[in-house]
């Protein structure tokens, strides 16, 4: 009895205890309850609003951040300039690929591309056109590869290639070769156009090494001796890296050092143009030769008809290729290589104008001679005109061009359209028989009060045996036409007779075969004797 006391006493403490925080809870109640409704609901509304524009911008920082963050983290592993993988993350991919294929029994291919004088193009162009040969170059690269493969830039003008997944040594050959065809296709910056080359070393795991580290350094020898080589662009580590790899590759793409040109043509185009002439040409040639086997009593008659339209038919073939050109550089162009196009344009279809119109005088025309126009005309702005008509064709051969003037000015009273059309003929025809990366040269110079212009070039040459017969309709030399088969012979023969019909004469040097060859043009200042006989 004595001990239920306590416990009763206890609980009586602690209900007491409990009515106390009632009675405590039941008055912060009445308080919040009053404070509830002094409060205006429109600030409640104007509260909510602001708590959820906050969330809202909390969640857009927040999704900006993690953007942010995954950009920072990719990028981490690529090249700024080139956006390829960079040192470490290839090295990662690589050294995850010889494992996998060290587990399946599998081949990898380590490409070393080096670009060849690229510290020209850093030199002559700088640094910002350098880079963007280099992002060029990474495109390049990108193309020609699987998608299972990875290229990347190990420094400078260094990049590394990892083919995964190869059965033999020589599935490395095809992309080497079209990594070096893609990095020969020139390409446009502004207004220079670059041709790029390489050299390529070529090891193979697990044959050539069983690291990253030591199969990039047996690549990176075999580059250096693919550059040391005249012929090859690509050369492997080993001498015999399989059994059915010759290692003497030489690239069907390998192409000339690189140069910087000039480029405004679109070439594919101007040579459809002249194919489709020459075809009709050609044809016209054979119907008339068949007209004089057939026509044996008017044979003398029929040859010298053909002989004028062979001529005709020539020089309405020489305008198509400036218009061409200017046809094709008038997309993307500016204002000022409209008016320069628009000029060559109407200059072409003017000269194409009188020569239909002299078709039309043939009949009239007792010496089959077509009329000249004469005026005084500036040498220099011929042969500015002729430069813009025949730069292009040297430019795509990647032929070097040399003029050299007087340095005091020179007027000609020539016909202008005639002269340019001659020296065109004499520039296409020394083009046309130079291998490409060859020498080209105009040269003029006053001798006694005549003007002795010089087209030379280191091309193919003149045998002996052809070289009193180059004037001649239709004369051809055997081994010119072995080097280039394309044109009917009439060109000089063109030249011969619009020099004379101004007065002048024209030659030719050659000290055989293989050693070049030079055309001498004499002009007189004033032509009073061509005027006489000439114009009309």
Known sequence: MRRSKPRAAKARADLCEARTDLESLNKEVEAAEHRLESIDPDCLLEANEKLVLTTLRVQADADVCARTLEEVSRSAGFDVLTELPNRELFLDRFTQAIANAKRHGGRLALLFVDMNNFKTVNDTLGHSIGDRVLKQAACCMTSALRGIDTASRHGGDEFLILLTDISHASDA???????????????????????MTASIGICVYPEDGDTPGLLIDRADAAMYRAKRSQDDCFAFHTELADSDVDHAYTASAAVQNPVVIQYDVAVAEHERRIGELREANEQLVMAALSAQELQAAAER????????????????????????????????????????????IEQQVTHMARLVGDLLDLSRSSTGKLRLHFRKMPLSGIVDDVVSACRPTMDTRLQHFRIQLPSQPITLEVDPIRLVQILCNLLDNASKYTPDGGEISLAACLEDEKVVIRVADNGIGISPQALGSVFELFAQDAHATGFNGQGLGIGLAVVKELVESHGGTVSVYSAGVGLGSEFVLSLPLLPDAARGRRVA
């Open 173 to 195: 050959v095809p992309v080497a070769e079209k990594v070096a065809t893609t990095l020969g296709i020139p390409f446009r910056i502004g207004d220079h156009v670059i041709r």
């Open 301 to 344: 008659s029929q040859a010298r008809q053909k002989e004028v339209l062979a001529l005709v038919a020539h020089e309405l073939r020489n305008p198509l290729t400036p218009l061409g050109i200017a046809a094709s550089m008038l997309h993307g162009s500016d204002a000022k290589d409209l008016t320069r196009m628009q000029q060559i």
